[in-house]
């Protein structure tokens, strides 16, 4: 699942220190714009992915025309990450599901894998 939440990139002496103002922590370095972005991503994925397992609530992202900022030496940007790269465990829970008939013949003709399909809704389900 995609999150995507607005970090201030701030000029330093090597490059730009990053910083996500909704998520305590997610704080990062890059020696260039590019470099920033990667590293950003990372920076959230890691946060947002300890939260989750904290069971703690992610917070909402401030929409990016509301972010206060200083223009001479700050800018703001929009970070994705996909905290499914984050998630992984080698544990996997078995689980037995029961679906409507049709409604599995119309899936297996779609190649629809059911376990990505299930993680995916209870992502969803749970703001996760």
């Known amino acids: 699942m995609n999150k995507v939440y607005p970090a201030i990139f701030e000029l330093d002496p090597v490059g730009y220190g990053i910083y996500f103002p909704d998520v305590e922590g997610a704080v990062t370095q890059g020696a260039t714009v590019p ?3 990667t590293m950003a991503a990372d920076a959230l994925g890691i946060m947002l ?6 069971e703690e609530t992610l917070p909402e992202p401030t929409p990016i025309n509301e972010i206060d900022y200083d223009k001479e030496t700050q800018f703001v940007t929009l970070v994705a990450v996909n905290l499914a790269d984050y998630l992984k465990e080698a544990k996997l829970d078995k689980k037995n599901v ?3 008939h049709w409604l599995n013949v119309r899936a297996e003709k779609a190649g629809v894998n ?3 399909t ?3 809704a209870l992502m969803e389900k749970l703001n996760v």
């Open 35 to 37: 470099e920033g972005l």
């Open 49 to 54: 992915a300890d939260l989750i397992a904290n």
């Open 98 to 100: 029961s679906i409507p």
């Open 114 to 116: 059911f376990s990505k």
């Open 118 to 120: 299930l993680t995916e």
